[in-house]
Nanobody
Framework: VQLQASGGGLVQAGGSLRLSCAAS????????LGWYRQAPGKERELVAR???????KYGDSVQGRFTISRDNAKNTVYLQMSSLKPEDTAVYYC????????????????WGQGTLVTVSS
């Protein structure tokens, strides 16, 4: 399974960016698609994730500013980031958690390579 993320870049504070991540490979289903981020010197943290049924969970620091969505048919997850702050600067990692290759397979987790988001003040 490969996760291909796109959409990172440089934006001014208060601006918006949209990240996309497509999972490809012999996928039967994916429990969670989401985004984590890691800023320099900090631990990786949850940004947002969404289940195949559309149940979402956001990290406290992005609640109300970011919106996650998912296209199950395309195994793609989107993250619309608005009202960006300098503290949102980080490498954003796409995640696919609970990936099944068949109805009877065991689940595995996969990570994308990361895309850098830089918010200037």
């Amino acid at each position: 399974v490969q996760l291909q993320a796109s959409g990172g870049g440089l934006v001014q504070a208060g601006g918006s960016l949209r990240l996309s991540c497509a999972a490809s490979g012999p996928i039967f289903s994916i429990d969670y698609l989401g985004w984590y981020r890691q800023a320099p010197g900090k631990e990786r943290e949850l940004v947002a994730r969404v289940t195949s049924d559309g149940i979402v969970k956001y990290g406290d620091s992005v609640q109300g500013r970011f919106t996650i969505s998912r296209d199950n048919a395309k195994n793609t997850v989107y993250l619309q980031m608005s009202s960006l702050k300098p503290e949102d600067t980080a490498v954003y990692y796409c995640s696919a958690e609970g990936v099944y290759f068949s109805i009877s397979s065991y689940a595995r987790d996969f990570w994308g390579q990361g895309t850098l988001v830089t918010v200037s003040s």
